[in-house]
């Protein structure tokens, strides 16, 4: 490629330059490339004039805030175009049931509000509107409070005693779907006391203790009730089998006999199944399907009732505890303590399981003989409610 020379001559002193007609020291070549750039530069100032002609026939942009943030849109949009054009859309509201269940997912629709009240989608925007989009919020079922009188005269629902008296129950339920929140029972009137006081032994079966007290029983012809722990149950049947030969009532003590947690904070799933696998289990190996449910360690609240309640069974618990199962009880202390809080109606917590039950065994003569010399029977736990007249389940 040839390379064209150019030589710089100053000019003179207030010489004018003209581009059209000075040139001639340039060559052909480049005066074409400096005419293609003076084109450029001549388009490109006249574009934004061009431009700002086009822009000024139409009306200018509307400015709204949408959740807070300020946006342009045009002229002409209706809140139903903004909606479409900015991906608007409302979460919809669930109905929760009492247990956290999914019952209508859209039960509250949500909505795009303009300038905070709804509006409809054909409704045009102005300048300085302000769009916001209102979710659904979830809410639970509202819950009905239902009263009913039980027949005949019952125990309490916690047990404590033998007592008897007409018995309110309170049921708390969801009120579209019926699931049980609490139930709670009350007292209605002055209880009656029964000249009895039941026996109760906890924590069974239990190798070499269970089979010792129950021929203690038998031979002084008492009858009682043994609150039994699951597994123990599935490991030693043939146990049960002769507590249940001998007349004595079976109680339900739980699964496992958790106790820390405390068995009232169990987790709800958790909480079932320790009641509902000893009860099946009893059932389907025995036949026998409890009606008492004894926590462990008394722990209980409305949860665990309505849990119990579910599964016909009442909360048995017990207002003599001579603390047997202590390192420190001997006989004639175990014996001491029962018959001095002793009373008519009494329940009596001891043991048959969970260690040496040696000095609880050796204390029960003199208990049952003590509580004889009152004028009391020995009776099951379970006795309030069968002699009760009229009275039927938990």
Same mark, same amino acid.
């Given at each position: 490629?040839?390379?064209?020379?150019?030589?710089?001559?100053?000019?003179?002193?207030?010489?004018?330059?003209?581009?059209?007609?000075?040139?001639?020291?340039?060559?052909?070549?480049?005066?074409?490339?400096?005419?293609?750039?003076?084109?450029?530069?001549?388009?490109?100032?006249?574009?934004?004039?061009?431009?700002?002609?086009?822009?000024?026939?139409?009306?200018?942009?509307?400015?709204?805030?949408?959740?807070?943030?300020?946006?342009?849109?045009?002229?002409?949009?209706?809140?139903?175009?903004?909606?479409?054009?900015?991906?608007?859309?409302?979460?919809?509201?669930?109905?929760?049931?009492?247990?956290?269940?999914?019952?209508?997912?859209?039960?509250?629709?949500?909505?795009?509000?303009?300038?905070?009240?709804?509006?409809?989608?054909?409704?045009?925007?102005?300048?300085? /509107? @302000? +769009?916001?989009?209102?979710?659904?919020?979830?809410?639970?079922?509202?819950?009905?409070?239902?009263?009913?009188?039980?027949?005949?005269?019952?125990?309490?629902?916690?047990?404590?005693?033998?007592?008897?008296?007409?018995?309110?129950?309170?049921?708390?339920?969801?009120?579209?779907?019926?699931?049980?929140?609490?139930?709670?029972?009350?007292?209605?009137?002055?209880?009656?006391?029964?000249?009895?006081?039941?026996?109760?032994?906890?924590?069974?079966?239990?190798?070499?203790?269970?089979?010792? +007290?129950?021929?203690?029983?038998?031979?002084?012809?008492?009858?009682?009730?043994?609150?039994v722990i699951g597994y123990l149950v599935d490991r030693y049947p043939g146990i049960v089998s002769d507590v249940i030969r001998a007349g004595m009532?079976?109680?339900?003590?739980?699964?496992?006999?958790?106790?820390d947690p405390r068995f009232a904070r169990l987790k709800p799933h958790r909480l079932q199944t320790e009641l509902s696998q000893t009860s099946d289990?009893?059932?389907?190996?025995?036949?026998? @399907?409890?009606?008492?449910?004894?926590?462990?360690?008394?722990?209980?609240?409305?949860?665990?009732?309505?849990?119990?309640?579910?599964?016909?069974?009442? +909360?048995?618990?017990?207002?003599?505890?001579?603390?047997?199962?202590?390192?420190?009880?001997?006989?004639?202390?175990?014996?001491?303590?029962?018959?001095?809080?002793?009373?008519?109606?009494?329940?009596? /917590?001891?043991?048959?399981?969970?260690?040496?039950?040696?000095?609880?065994?050796?204390?029960?003569?003199?208990? +049952?003989?003590?509580?004889?010399?009152?004028?009391?029977?020995?009776?099951?736990?379970?006795?309030?409610?069968?002699?009760?007249?009229?009275?039927?389940?938990?």
């Open positions: 490629m040839s390379m064209v020379r150019y030589r710089f001559t100053p000019w003179p002193r207030g010489t004018r330059l003209h581009a059209a007609r000075d040139m001639s020291f340039v060559s052909s070549p480049a005066r074409a490339r400096i005419g293609l750039r003076a084109a450029i530069v001549l388009g490109v100032a006249v574009m934004p004039l061009a431009v700002s002609v086009a822009v000024g026939d139409l009306p200018p942009p509307l400015h709204v805030v949408v959740n807070g943030e300020p946006v342009m849109l045009a002229h002409d949009t209706t809140i139903g175009g903004a909606a479409h054009e900015l991906h608007l859309r409302a979460r919809p509201g669930r109905l929760l049931d009492v247990e956290g269940v999914v019952l209508d997912p859209q039960a509250d629709p949500g909505a795009i509000l303009l300038n905070g009240e709804d509006a409809s989608r054909s409704t045009m925007l102005r300048d300085g /509107d @302000r +769009i916001e989009v209102a979710n659904g919020a979830d809410r639970t079922e509202g819950t009905r409070r239902i009263l009913d009188r039980l027949p005949g005269v019952r125990p309490g629902n916690p047990q404590y005693s033998l007592a008897t008296s007409k018995v309110e129950r309170i049921t708390v339920e969801g009120r579209r779907s019926g699931k049980i929140v609490s139930v709670r029972y009350r007292s209605l009137g002055k209880a009656d006391m029964p000249p009895a006081v039941a026996l109760t032994f906890d924590d069974g079966p239990w190798p070499g203790g269970t089979r010792k +007290i129950l021929a203690l029983l038998e031979r002084m012809h008492v009858k009682a009730t043994f609150f009532e079976i109680g339900n003590h739980s699964w496992d006999h958790v106790e289990l009893l059932e389907h190996r025995f036949g026998v @399907r409890p009606t008492l449910f004894r926590p462990p360690g008394g722990s209980w609240d409305p949860k665990v009732l309505t849990a119990a309640h579910e599964q016909g069974m009442r +909360i048995a618990l017990w207002d003599v505890d001579p603390r047997d199962w202590s390192s420190s009880a001997t006989p004639k202390s175990i014996a001491a303590n029962v018959l001095r809080n002793v009373r008519p109606g009494a329940v009596v /917590d001891l043991h048959d399981g969970g260690g040496d039950r040696s000095a609880t065994i050796r204390a029960l003569p003199r208990i +049952i003989r003590g509580i004889r010399r009152m004028g009391l029977r020995l009776v099951p736990m379970g006795a309030a409610m069968r002699s009760s007249p009229g009275s039927s389940g938990a």
